[in-house]
């Protein structure tokens, strides 16, 4: 591979990680053309003198540029990427059920790469019919790394918490699209994954299913999850709301940098400073002036949230719910601490006891920096990605 598409112009943090990854790859000599998402007709000029056939991939992030945007698809002939037969390789920073749409429609030459193993495992179950590129998870950046950073400290910040909040009660009147009964039984969905959350939903989902219905087909299995993304999501954000709930009503300042952060319900709101995101690099300038950054897993259970590696490359310690593959990489006191989504009440004297120490949090911060610098930066994944696809096309 000499040539590789990649997208701009997107979702922010897409774009970066694209720019993160596209940045090493011509540090490796390939040639990376950057379609403008937001400029179709002059990107879509420019992308067919760029292709080479035999020579370009595509490389992308959420289905960016195989969502049937403007300028690279034509109902009855499809994706310009068919017309060059080129290989598309999309990195899934979500589940699949989250792209059942997406999957029904895609190139000859889809292969489809998962962040979290466990993802991986339902897109060879349920997607059959397309290609898998394995596992690659997210990584990090350290943002200035020409200057030395502060140690713990010196940092002004003693808990941040990164990450958009929406109210489950949002996501939660969803369940009451159809009627009762259906409602009855996401609710129950529900109930069991707040009971059980080390589970993921498709688990439980799958559960109740079949407990309802008895065995169904995969086509089925996947387009039913498809309608479960609410619960994903209601799940997802009640307990970024009990995590930062908990820690303001014990007294703890709390820096949340994301939106809607000011309608969540607790009892001392005047502990929770808001600062609105930007983007990446304004959320990493946060990270780099605190001590603790405070993850709630985007329920990846053998996979990773870039965050934490953002927070431990960038001079802090992690202070995350638990995933196979993450604990697997980033032991305990290897620049993260873990706690338990089923004992919340227990985070706030953990995060204290971390606080009443620096020269312990400083060991825990370097011995992660040390770990995530060698083996989790944009750097680890260009390579692993390339070492990975001669197989695949």
């Known amino acids: ?47 067919r003198k760029f292709i ?167 086509y089925d299995m996947r387009k039913a999850l498809n309608k479960m993304i609410f619960i994903d999501l209601y799940v997802r954000n009640y307990y970024r ?11 703890l300042k709390v820096h949340v940098i994301g939106k809607d952060w000011e309608k969540l319900k607790c009892k001392h709101k005047e502990n929770i400073v808001i600062r609105q995101f930007s983007d990446s690099v304004t959320c990493m300038e946060a990270m780099e002036n605190a001590k603790i950054v405070v993850n709630v897993m985007p329920w990846f259970k053998d996979g990773v949230h870039d965050r934490v590696f953002n927070a431990v490359l960038n001079g802090a310690v992690s202070v995350s719910d638990v995933s196979k593959f993450q604990q697997e990489e980033m032991p305990e006191r290897c620049g993260v601490a873990y706690y338990d989504l089923q004992h919340i009440d227990e985070l706030p004297e953990k995060i204290e006891y971390l606080l009443s120490d620096m020269n312990n949090m400083q060991k825990i911060a370097d011995y992660g920096y040390e770990r995530a610098i060698k083996k989790h930066t944009w750097k680890n994944r260009a390579d692993e990605f390339l070492a990975n696809i001669k197989s695949k096309i």
């Open 241 to 251: 709301g009990l995590v930062v709930g908990t820690l303001a009503d014990a007294g």
């Open 52 to 218: 080479k056939t035999g020579e370009t991939s595509v490389l992308t992030f959420n289905f960016q540029g195989l969502s049937k945007e403007e300028g690279l698809y034509k109902e009855g002939t499809g994706y310009i990427w068919q017309e060059y037969k080129l290989p598309c390789f999309n990195i899934a920073a979500d589940h699949p059920y989250y792209y059942d749409r997406q999957l029904g429609d895609l190139p000859e030459n889809y292969i489809h790469i998962s962040i979290d193993k466990l993802h991986e495992k339902y897109f060879k179950e349920y997607y059959p019919e397309f290609k898998s590129g394995g596992f690659l998870p997210l990584a990090g950046s350290r943002l200035n790394k020409e200057t030395e950073l502060k140690k713990i400290k010196e940092r002004e910040i003693d808990i941040l918490f990164p990450g958009n909040f929406t109210p489950p009660e949002f996501c939660k009147k969803y369940a009451y699209m159809i009627n009762e009964e259906y409602a009855e039984f996401y609710l129950g969905i529900i109930d069991d994954l707040l009971k059980h959350p080390y589970k993921t939903v498709e688990e439980v989902g799958i559960d109740h299913i079949v407990r309802e219905l008895g065995n169904v087909a995969y």
């Open 1 to 47: 591979m000499k040539k590789v598409i990649m997208f701009k112009g997107g979702v922010e943090t897409l774009s970066y990680f694209a720019a993160q990854i596209g940045k090493e790859l011509k540090n490796r000599g390939i040639s990376v053309f950057y379609y403008d998402l937001k400029n179709p007709f002059e990107s879509g000029k420019m992308v």
